[in-house]
């Protein structure tokens, strides 16, 4: 069903920017929303903040090539760049809940604020949440799914003293796919 809301986010977008990565991997990443360089490819966390997202998981042993799936709570750019607004977010969260039950991750991994506190339904930002894990509980799938907050590349490309606190909750990542055995 395409609402008013639908067609007024993607005024402005020129690409429906949907997922990059592997079906079946064991670890699922979600941003916020695509920005100019997702639009123009169509790929999530392609522009800036992609190529430090690739150094962040890459320096884990992750890669967008061989094992995780990314994507974002919202499949459009907001007009301007802007954060997404709570009514879009609440339009594209049932979306997102069913994309996350068909890849069917063991872990997730949400960048930035939008997505934390979007999918964990979290009052405090991540400032306050990062590098915790949370037991996220999916409508759609009858598990438990380990999930955690990493600040999200453009803001550490923004606050470089911010790299080491992220670098810690990478090594936390790291920590979880090990115990887990999880296949990378």
Avoid: Q
Avoid at 36 to 55: C, I, Q, R, S
Avoid at 81 to 102: A, C, G, M, Q
Avoid at 170 to 176: M, P, S
């Amino acid at each position: 069903k395409i609402s008013n809301l639908d067609c007024e986010i993607k005024t402005n977008a020129k690409n429906f920017v949907f997922y990059d990565g592997i079906f079946n991997s064991d670890i699922m990443i979600i941003g916020e929303a695509p920005g100019y360089e997702e639009d123009k490819l169509g790929k999530p966390f392609v522009g800036t903040a992609g190529k430090k997202l690739d150094e962040m998981i890459n320096s884990i042993g992750l890669d967008r090539k061989n094992n995780v799936y990314i994507t974002n709570i919202i499949p459009w750019r907001p007009p301007n760049n802007r954060t997404p607004t709570d009514k879009e977010i609440d339009f594209f969260l049932p979306y997102v809940e069913k994309h996350i039950s068909i890849i069917n991750p063991k872990i997730l991994l949400l960048f930035g604020n939008v997505a934390s506190k979007s999918i964990l339904n979290l009052k405090e930002g991540i400032t306050k949440n990062h590098g915790k894990w949370f037991n996220y509980k999916n409508p759609f799938l009858k598990k438990n799914i380990f999930t955690t907050c990493i600040f999200h590349p453009s803001y550490l490309l923004r606050s470089p003293n911010k790299k080491k606190i992220a670098w810690e909750d990478l090594k936390k990542v790291k920590e979880k796919i090990i115990n887990l055995k999880v296949t990378i």
